[in-house]
């Protein structure tokens, strides 16, 4: 479905589909049977009004890739809205994503040190970042995933999280699910924010955005800066004595111009740039090596509206690269001691057609190119090798929506995708949605695929394997949900179940009798190890969640029990995958005595971890302990359009690790004032 935003441009999004194929083997057309929301059935070119309205109530946009009532879809989702982000008053993404259900946090130490978020168990590479219609992953890394450490909430207007596998929709990667990002489009002729903060350890943040829509053209600008001297990134337990500073700066612009009722452009961007303290894994703890990496995403697209707006049309270009290198001051020769570049590039065609009130068609076609570099340079004058490679994927889908009976939507769904290394890869889905009456209940279920193809790390780097074939996955769910006393109270279960295989991991080699892959391909020098499809793993689990609001009195839990264990045999088998908690619980309580005036308390609770998977039958690998967080939070406004505010986080300054040796956070305070004009 298609709907125009209130900043002119087209909101797009596919849901999965039941499927008719036509077409040859190499790669075929998929037609598939949906059940969207057809939210009141409006044309796909919709009054962007009345997709302004329909997201005030709640409507999941881009992350199904077509506004979709939220009692309209399968999966499990989260929707956090701006006003939801800046109530936590958290300064990065990832401290956000923690609170919903079944994500857990790896972070290797404070602020801007390498983040990773899983959802229901997967691992951070098997999961989608989407980020104002671009999706945004280092091409060059090994597992090809996303550093979440960088992406501070800045102008973020709307967060959505899709749990369960959902490669129908995203293709490669979305195993553990897609995390959609949407920065703020402007609503009046002129206006601005500003936010401005600081506190502990030297910290500081500021942001800024100025904007406006005016007759058919809408613009947008945003600014961001944040700076702290940070903690070590080695424990000091573990002797990690002197602190890893992070600053963090770079801005976000768009530009979308409506030509005629018929035909918009858009044109988005953004640009960021890092540095950060990073200690030795070493002997010797600490170390004034650190980190920089820079980020720059572009999208540019069409939407021409054909047949009366019944049939929308969507061509579309976008780009991220992400540039990592690591500095060490006393290297003398060559400081330098990693240069990493990755490119990703995607060309998109996207038509719906709305075929009656309750039937309609999505169909399209994406191609991929990634590029990588990467390089270790010694400290010496000595010649060093460069690795560079290259990949493309090709994708079509189709879908068709049907909203069978009142209330009940019925989506499915097939995608082919075909990689010019291994070949072609087809996911297939179905769900459904039922909305009991005026009775408050809902009920869904979904079935999804997931697949993940090999990096080009892992195919072409000096432990690469050509003959790597993609991770697969399958995955359903079962959910309710119920409203009572008049939507006062929200309650919600949901049962999850996945199994992954040709989970690609690295192999050493041994010493002796070596296999065929512990030498480089083509020669015979030895090498230190490989990459191979070899585990397999399994997770299922239940999330719980539940909701109050009373006056001015609110309250929100959830709770995660997730068995995430490996089934690949051997030591390993039947263990929980390292550093996943199996149980995971986040709570608050506010007050608000007035408008813009509130207290909370907030909880967060992890279960212990393996720190890694075992490698000998005798002996037992680290385990990092369960820790509770309590984070206390204050607003006020000090005028209509002004409020400041103040929180402290790790109220009781416990002492925890999410990574054996690596520091975290103590007790922090921090203050600030917002303003929106």
Not at 86 to 113: E, H, W
Not at 287 to 297: D, L
Not at 362 to 388: C, D, L, W
Not at 406 to 429: A, I, K, N, Y
Request: overall charge neutral; some cysteine; glycine content about 12%.
């Amino acid at each position: 479905m298609v709907a125009r935003s209130r900043s002119s441009e087209f909101i797009l999004a596919a849901v999965p589909a039941v499927v008719v194929t036509i077409g040859g083997p190499r790669m075929k057309l998929h037609v598939f049977v949906s059940t969207i929301a057809i939210i009141s059935a409006p044309a796909f070119g919709a009054d962007i009004d009345a997709a302004a309205e329909a997201a005030a109530d709640g409507i999941v946009v881009t992350a199904l890739r077509a506004p979709v009532a939220a009692e309209r879809v399968a999966a499990s989702v989260t929707v956090l809205t701006r006003e939801e982000i800046d109530r936590t008053q958290a300064p990065i993404v990832s401290d956000i994503l923690v609170r919903t259900p079944g994500i857990s946090i790896v972070r290797n130490g404070g602020y801007g040190t390498s983040t990773s978020i899983r959802i229901r168990g997967a691992d951070s590479d098997q999961s989608v970042l989407v980020v104002d219609g671009v999706k945004l992953a280092d091409a060059s890394s090994t597992g090809g995933g996303y550093n979440w450490a960088n992406l501070l909430t800045g102008d973020i207007d709307r967060v959505e999280i899709l749990r369960g596998p959902q490669s129908i929709l995203w293709g490669s990667n979305a195993i553990g699910g897609v995390i959609n990002v949407t920065t703020a489009a402007p609503e009046r002729p002129l206006e601005a924010t500003i936010d401005v903060s600081g506190g502990s350890r030297e910290t500081a943040q500021a942001r800024a955005a100025v904007g406006g829509r005016t007759g058919p053209l809408d613009w947008r600008i945003a600014g961001r800066t944040f700076t702290t001297a940070g903690i070590s990134a080695i424990s000091p337990r573990y002797g990690g004595n002197e602190s890893d500073p992070y600053r963090n700066s770079g801005g976000t612009g768009r530009l979308g111009l409506r030509v005629s009722d018929a035909v918009s452009l858009d044109l988005r961007g953004s640009y960021g740039r890092s540095r950060v303290g990073i200690d030795s894994a070493g002997t010797v703890p600490d170390s004034p090596e650190r980190s920089e990496s820079e980020e720059w995403t572009g999208y540019g697209a069409a939407n021409i509206a054909l047949l009366d707006g019944r049939l929308a049309n969507r061509i579309a270009f976008s780009q991220a690269e992400i540039a990592r290198t690591n500095v060490n001051p006393t290297r003398l020769v060559r400081p330098t001691s990693f240069d990493a570049k990755g490119r990703s590039r995607r060309y998109e065609y996207q038509g719906s057609l709305t075929l009656s009130e309750q039937i309609g068609a999505v169909f399209g076609a994406e191609r991929e190119e990634q590029n990588m570099r990467s390089a270790s340079p010694p400290n010496s004058n000595a010649a060093y090798k460069t690795i560079r490679a290259e990949a493309r994927i090709d994708s079509l889908y189709a879908q068709v929506n049907a909203e069978l009976l009142r209330g009940l939507t019925v989506t499915g769904g097939v995608r082919h995708d075909d990689h010019d290394r291994f070949g072609g890869s087809t996911v297939f889905g179905i769900g459904g949605a039922w909305s009991i009456g005026d009775r408050g209940t809902r009920i869904r279920a979904n079935y999804g695929e997931g697949f993940k193809a090999p990096t080009l790390y892992q195919l072409y780097s000096e432990y690469g394997n050509d003959a790597l074939q993609p991770e697969k996955a399958r995955g359903w769910e079962a959910g309710i949900e119920q409203r009572l006393l008049g939507e006062l109270v929200t309650l919600s279960a949901t049962w999850f179940d996945r199994t992954t295989r040709n989970l690609i991991v690295y192999s050493g080699c041994p010493t002796a009798n070596r296999p065929p892959l512990c030498f480089t391909p083509g020669t015979t020098t030895p090498r230190a190890g490989y990459y191979a499809n070899v585990q397999k793993s399994a997770a299922e689990g239940v999330e719980l969640s539940g909701a109050l609001r009373l006056g001015g009195f609110r309250a929100d839990a959830n709770y995660s029990w997730i068995a995430a264990e490996d089934r690949s045999g051997g030591l390993n088998d039947g263990n929980q995958l390292a550093r996943q908690p199996r149980h995971l619980a986040n709570g608050s309580i506010a007050y608000g005595w007035r408008p813009g005036a509130e207290a909370s308390l907030a909880v967060r609770h992890a279960g212990g971890t393996w720190d890694t998977a075992r490698t000998s039958a005798t002996v037992t690998p680290f385990r990092n302990d369960a820790y509770t967080i309590v984070d206390a939070r204050i607003e006020l406004p000090a005028s209509a359009r002004v409020s400041v505010y103040a929180r402290v986080e790790n109220l009781f300054d416990d002492h925890y690790e999410t990574a054996r040796r690596y520091g975290a956070l103590g007790r922090s305070a921090y203050a600030g004032i917002r303003a929106r004009f």
